[in-house]
């Protein structure tokens, strides 16, 4: 799970102002996690790779209405939810992929860590894209992005009462897939 | 309560319950660790990377074009984007225009064929009245002399269906105030016209006028002669000494027809000079005749 970090004093000022310099070093600090996301919700890196750009892309544009009310990162991590579940609605997606098979070209990283290893990331990767699309949102920017519940509450625009009941409905669910692999 | 106690994120007295309860049930305690297990193994996913490249290419895209292409772009872009239906109807439209300027042929019988065939002075007209047995529903209030623009008739001010019932009434009524007040928009090139044109008598256009409309010659008569057609040009030689002008001459068989204009209080002298060129019969009402009179005279033996 990744760490949280606080945004960088000024840097906020800095994007406003228009600074070519700190728009780069925005994508390059959150890259990652902006193309994790999507890629965990969409299941193709291509696709993942579209989304990303176009996160980064409307930032770019539109810094200036940020009020800074919340963290960069809570409002990347909103914009990239937002195109995510707006792509995953669309109705030629639908139609083009299945759930169930939505992570299946994703490559895995290789950590090393043997053959089993690999087979239980590889069921954990399939039950995350098997959940309820606001589900893996959800599961996704707590459990793989380290949010907090009120970051999430914010990012989705949701009660945090309603975070915390399809968190745990989506951690039971993948209970539930990995049963085999629990001692 | 199994997630928030994963995440640390219960309070103090729920943990205490929680503990209690876990010392005697080791169902409950053996699902909640396999549920934080569950979780670890979430949490223990590798971090996805970005592919390589993906910086420069976002730094790229946001990075503004050069001001040739925004220029370009903006000009030509909106054009692209008009159907071509829209594009051809502009196009001939503007060529019908640009043909019309361009030939002095084409304005001067448009201008002839507006020009009224009798009326010479501007009459005054009156604002439309809708006749009296025709039931006027009640009419939304007009709009306030303020909003209303200055150019506007009275007609145009008449609410619509008052306007459709009295449209036969007012349709000769509306050509007329076209003629009179003509728009700034037409009135230039029709100027322009005028000032191209050789200047002629005012009784000469007068007379193309009143013959360039249709419809019988108000006087017309026969004048019996021995020679029609030597009488002919004694009588073009009388009407141009009358002020007024000859329109056709030709031979008629053995008779000779000519059609002149000559003005109205110049017509009894007229008529008195040619009757000594031969024997004249004429039907006419001298205070009926407008002011150019139109007369077909056949010249015969």
């Known amino acids: 799970m990744r760490e949280s970090v606080p945004d960088p004093p000024g840097f906020v000022q800095r994007l406003r102002a228009g600074d070519p310099g700190a728009f780069e070093e925005l994508v390059r600090a959150y890259q990652h996690r902006v193309f994790g996301v999507a890629v965990r919700m969409l299941g193709n890196a291509a696709e993942?790779?579209?989304?990303?750009q176009e996160v980064f892309l409307r930032v770019h544009r539109s810094v200036g209405e940020f009020r800074g009310e919340a963290k960069l990162s809570t409002w990347l991590y909103a914009?990239?939810?937002?195109?995510?579940?707006?792509?995953?609605?669309?109705?030629?997606?639908?139609?083009?992929?299945?759930?169930?098979?939505?992570?299946?070209?994703?490559?895995a990283s290789d950590t090393g860590g043997g053959l089993e290893h690999d087979e239980v990331e590889t069921a954990l990767r399939q039950a995350i894209a098997?959940?309820?699309?606001?589900?893996?949102?959800?599961?996704?920017?707590?459990?793989?992005?380290?949010?907090?519940?009120?970051?999430?509450?914010?990012?989705?625009?949701?009660?945090?009462?309603?975070?915390?009941?399809?968190?745990?409905?989506?951690?039971?669910?993948?209970?539930?897939?990995?049963?085999?692999?629990?001692? | 309560m199994f997630s928030a106690a994963v995440d640390d994120a219960l309070d103090a007295g729920k943990r205490s319950a929680l503990d209690a309860h876990l010392v005697g049930c080791a169902d409950c305690r053996r699902e909640l660790d396999r549920f934080r297990q569950t979780v670890a193994l979430v949490q223990a996913l590798p971090p996805e990377r970005a592919p390589a490249g993906f910086v420069d290419r976002v730094v790229a895209r946001a990075r503004p074009a050069p001001w040739p292409a925004?220029?370009?772009?903006?000009?030509?872009?909106?054009?692209?984007?008009?159907?071509?239906?829209?594009?051809?109807?502009?196009?001939?439209?503007?060529?019908?225009?640009?043909?019309?300027?361009?030939?002095?042929?084409?304005?001067?019988?448009?201008?002839?064929?507006?020009?009224?065939?009798?009326v010479e002075a501007p009459a005054h007209v009156e604002p439309f009245v809708p006749p009296a047995d025709v039931p006027v529903p009640a009419a939304p209030a007009p709009p306030s002399a303020a909003a209303v623009p200055p150019e506007t008739t009275p007609i145009e001010r008449a609410p619509a269906?008052?306007?459709?019932?009295?449209?036969e009434a007012q349709a000769p009524r509306v050509r007329q105030e076209s003629r009179?007040?003509?728009?700034?928009?037409?009135?230039?090139?029709?100027?322009?016209?005028?000032?191209?044109?050789?200047?002629?008598?005012?009784?000469?256009?007068?007379?193309?006028?009143?013959?360039?409309?249709?419809?019988?010659?108000?006087?017309?008569?026969?004048?019996?002669?021995?020679?029609?057609?030597?009488?002919?040009?004694?009588?073009?030689?009388?009407?141009?000494?009358?002020?007024g002008s000859v329109a056709a001459s030709r031979a008629d068989g053995d008779a000779h027809l000519v059609e002149l204009t000559v003005p109205r209080d110049r017509y009894p002298d007229f008529a008195r000079e040619i009757a000594r060129l031969g024997r004249w019969q004429a039907e006419?009402?001298?205070?009926?005749?407008?002011?150019?009179?139109?007369?077909?005279?056949r010249l015969t033996r």
């Open chain 1, 48 to 52: 993942a790779e579209e989304i990303a």
């Open chain 1, 79 to 107: 914009i990239t939810s937002r195109l995510c579940l707006n792509r995953l609605a669309s109705a030629e997606r639908r139609h083009r992929r299945a759930g169930a098979e939505a992570l299946a070209d994703v490559p």
């Open chain 1, 130 to 183: 098997a959940l309820p699309e606001e589900r893996r949102i959800v599961v996704v920017l707590r459990d793989v992005e380290g949010l907090s519940y009120d970051e999430i509450a914010t990012a989705l625009n949701l009660e945090p009462g309603t975070v915390r009941s399809r968190l745990h409905r989506a951690r039971l669910d993948l209970k539930a897939k990995l049963e085999r692999f629990l001692p």
């Open chain 2, 70 to 118: 925004r220029l370009v772009r903006g000009l030509f872009v909106p054009w692209t984007k008009l159907p071509l239906e829209a594009a051809a109807i502009l196009l001939v439209g503007g060529l019908a225009v640009w043909v019309f300027q361009r030939t002095p042929e084409q304005q001067q019988s448009a201008h002839l064929e507006q020009a009224p065939p009798r």
């Open chain 2, 161 to 167: 269906d008052v306007r459709e019932r009295g449209s």
């Open chain 2, 180 to 243: 009179e007040a003509p728009s700034a928009d037409n009135q230039a090139p029709r100027d322009a016209i005028e000032k191209r044109k050789p200047e002629s008598p005012p009784q000469a256009r007068s007379a193309a006028r009143a013959l360039s409309a249709p419809g019988p010659a108000d006087v017309s008569g026969r004048l019996t002669m021995d020679d029609p057609r030597g009488g002919a040009t004694a009588l073009e030689d009388v009407v141009r000494r009358f002020g």
């Open chain 2, 284 to 297: 006419a009402d001298a205070a009926s005749l407008p002011e150019t009179v139109r007369v077909r005279i």
